[in-house]
């Protein structure tokens, strides 16, 4: 995969920087310039629904209680009809998964789309950049009040700008607290000023983290701390969508009037007007070939395509293209690579649905008495005694009934009878399995724990356990 091809187009003889011989090299502050097109409208429309669901989710209700609640205190995690446990770490291991397959399946598709259009740097670094640009002005504007000399009019904007900054910042630690915290008693904690400690901390913590990141770090985030920028590469291939820059076509560049006809001149499409570079958020140049810097936004070619209807060129100089389209060669988006990604995409997300769909929500664990393998008692009978846990992992309190099978003429010793277990407890049962010695048929045994609800819904779940005795011939 090509990564910085050397300068181009009347440049390779360029000066050194002396900057960039330096290990440590100086931050200069990207100014990004806004931009119209389709990727534009594409990007703020998920900005605005990623920020929709961030900020809607704590507020809206379900059955008299937060939609989408993660009570932590409780060990209780509610989202919207669904009530998950501690013991449900398998459905948040499989969501994981499938967070991770599909960043690779979009990766091997069409690039870091997750960076340009939904990484939670991208989207409030464009709500960040958007407050900066309601009260700095545009690209020019911000440079030369950066660059004046101090003034009452740079320190209003200054103070005006980082005091939104840190109002939205606030807000935005505010509500992923209320993900923990529901909203109601929050906001009341809030205004009555009776926030507790640990609410108290992450509110401030994660707000601060707005306010760096997307704020004041913004770019540095995505090439120097994100891991995704070191091995996104790793996922590419020649097929894989990338924002490219036509080189053949666009080379040599040069400025020119927009009656020229540049064949004349013998120079390519590229007039060299660098908006390419000034809207990029990372501050990179394109045209330079593909760089682990770019996050996919797809700002250099809305910008660039405007600048081709101007001069009444060709749109696409800079496009959503692939290595092997580049070379000539025929592109192929349906590829093994690809398949075999949607296919255990879709597995894994089917598994998850049918695995939620026919959850049971109780949990029975059995625990045979490991102080004796068995006992006699009278009557000549065999006795094992067991411990079971059973979780009630439903939203209401439940009466339960336990019933043994597995062996024919097995008694089951209860001396609790049916028992009730609230909501979110773990009850401890002691019970013993009988039988005479004589039809047993192997020193091991399966049985089975039949644990039936008796309340509203009939619930029912059956695990397996061993029954040990001795066999006699």
Not at 69 to 77: A, I
Not at 218 to 237: G, K, L, N, T
Not at 350 to 358: D, E, G, T
């Amino acid at each position: 995969m090509k990564q910085t091809p050397p300068e181009r187009s009347g440049k390779t003889d360029r000066e050194p920087d002396q900057e960039s011989d330096s290990l440590y090299v100086k931050h200069k502050k990207v100014y990004p310039r806004e931009v119209h097109g389709l990727f534009a409208r594409l990007r703020t429309t998920g900005v605005i629904l990623l920020l929709g669901l961030y900020y809607g989710l704590p507020w809206l209700r379900w059955d008299d209680r937060q939609a989408v609640l993660l009570d932590l205190p409780n060990r209780q995690f509610h989202i919207f009809g669904l009530t998950f446990w501690p013991q449900d770490f398998f459905y948040f291991a499989m969501l994981l998964i499938l967070a991770g397959i599909s960043l690779f399946f979009f990766t091997a598709l069409a690039g870091r789309l997750w960076c340009g259009y939904a990484c939670p740097q991208t989207v409030w670094t464009e709500v960040f950049l958007w407050i900066e640009r309601k009260i700095e002005g545009t690209r020019s504007q911000q440079m030369k009040l950066d660059k004046a000399d101090l003034s009452r009019n740079k320190v209003y904007k200054k103070t005006l700008k980082h005091t939104v900054w840190i109002v939205f910042s606030a807000f935005t630690g505010f509500t992923f607290v209320g993900y923990f915290t529901p909203m109601d008693v929050l906001w009341h904690s809030l205004i009555s000023l009776e926030m507790g400690p640990w609410e108290s901390f992450w509110i401030i913590f994660y707000s601060l983290a707005t306010y760096g990141n997307a704020g004041w770090l913004r770019e540095q985030v995505c090439i120097y701390m994100c891991p995704y920028a070191r091995f996104q590469s790793a996922m590419f291939d020649n097929d894989t969508l990338i924002i490219s820059y036509d080189e053949q076509r666009g080379e040599p560049r040069g400025s020119r009037n927009k009656s020229v006809n540049p064949k004349e001149l013998g120079i390519g499409d590229c007039i060299d007007c660098n908006l390419c570079v000034q809207v990029c958020p990372t501050g990179i140049d394109i045209r330079d070939g593909l760089q682990y810097q770019c996050i996919g936004c797809a700002a250099c070619i809305d910008v660039c395509n405007q600048v081709m209807d101007k001069m009444q060129y060709p749109k696409s100089l800079i496009s959503y293209t692939t290595e092997h389209e580049i070379q000539g060669k025929k592109t192929k988006l349906l590829r093994p690579r690809i398949v075999i990604y949607a296919a255990i995409l879709s597995l894994v997300f089917v598994a998850l649905v049918v695995a939620i769909y026919n959850r049971v929500p109780v949990e029975l664990d059995i625990i045979r008495d490991r102080n004796s393998l068995f006992r006699e008692i009278k009557g000549g009978l065999v006795e094992n005694i067991y411990n079971l846990r059973i979780a009630n992992m439903s939203t209401e309190k439940q009466r339960y009934q336990i019933q043994a099978s597995g062996i024919e003429g097995m008694q089951l010793i209860n001396k609790t009878g049916d028992f009730e277990v609230s909501a979110g407890e773990v009850y401890n049962l002691n019970v013993q399995l009988q039988l005479d010695p004589v039809i047993l048929k192997r020193p091991s045994s399966q049985v089975f724990f039949t644990l039936q609800s008796l309340t509203g819904e009939k619930i029912s779940i059956t695990e397996k356990a061993r029954f040990i005795g001795p066999v006699i011939r």
